[in-house]
T-cell receptor, first 113, second 113 residues
Framework: AQSVTQLGSHVSVSEGALVLLRCNYS??????LFWYVQYPNQGLQLLLK??????LVKGINGFEAEFKKSETSFHLTKPSAHMSDAAEYFC???????????FGAGTRLAVHP | NAGVTQTPKFQVLKTGQSMTLQCAQD?????MYWYRQDPGMGLRLIYY???????DKGEVPNGYNVSRLNKREFSLRLESAAPSQTSVYFC????????????FGPGTRLTVL
């Protein structure tokens, strides 16, 4: 069965600092992985997705993630945090014959001046 | 394109009342999904419809029913609401294909007293 673990329910960084949000997955089949962002009182928006074409994936707003099969990880990074990055971030893995997604519990990112 | 739309945005029910949450998408997607979001638990799949005419249970289907009315519309019904169903409900849609991401609606915030 597929599952996703996001380490750290809350992460706080200073503006301009590196952002690192951790995601580890478990999958019995080759996984496809997604990062979504949720701003307050909104739905989820896709940040980036891993589809096996390349292990380093670049997304919107300067975010990127690296797929590491040996570590079963897909951590999200951004070199320099902006105040506008404050949101909740969800990692997800495909399941159920690739028809469904299994979401992690989410990481709330706070950015302070 | 409006994308995925949900009605209502907010709803307060008393225990035992029934209601239907509506979802529509204008992207001609084959698959549609209903999730609930609770603090610290990420998004959990209630029901999904891989294509018009089919529906399947997700992780937490108890207390809910769904109808795929046509390709555009997928409704979620609570027959007898309970306080445990207080949550934010999201509808999503996806085009067929293992690499394709899900697109989310803005959500319905439901409170059951």
């Amino acid at each position: 069965a597929q599952s996703v673990t996001q380490l750290g329910s809350h992460v706080s960084v200073s503006e301009g600092a590196l952002v690192l949000l951790r995601c580890n997955y478990s999958s019995s089949v080759p996984p496809y992985l997604f990062w979504y962002v949720q701003y307050p009182n909104q739905g989820l928006q896709l940040l980036l997705k891993y589809t096996s074409a390349a292990t380093l994936v670049k997304g919107i707003n300067g975010f990127e993630a690296e797929f590491k099969k040996s570590e079963t990880s897909f951590h999200l990074t951004k070199p320099s945090a902006h105040m506008s990055d404050a949101a909740e971030y969800f990692c997800a893995v495909t399941a159920g014959g690739y028809n469904k997604l299994i979401f992690g519990a989410g990481t709330r990112l706070a950015v302070h001046p | 394109n409006a994308g995925v739309t949900q009605t209502p945005k907010f709803q307060v029910l008393k225990t035992g009342q029934s209601m239907t949450l509506q979802c529509a998408q204008d992207m001609n997607h084959n698959s549609m999904y209903w999730y609930r979001q609770d603090p610290g638990m990420g998004l959990r799949l209630i029901y999904y419809s891989a294509s018009e005419g089919t529906t399947d249970k997700g992780e937490v289907p108890n207390g809910y029913n769904v109808s795929r009315l046509n390709k555009r519309e997928f409704s979620l019904r609570l027959e007898s609401a309970a306080p445990s169903q207080t949550s934010v409900y999201f509808c999503a849609s996806k085009e067929r294909g293992i690499y394709n991401e899900q697109f989310f609606g803005p959500g319905t915030r439901l409170t059951v007293l």
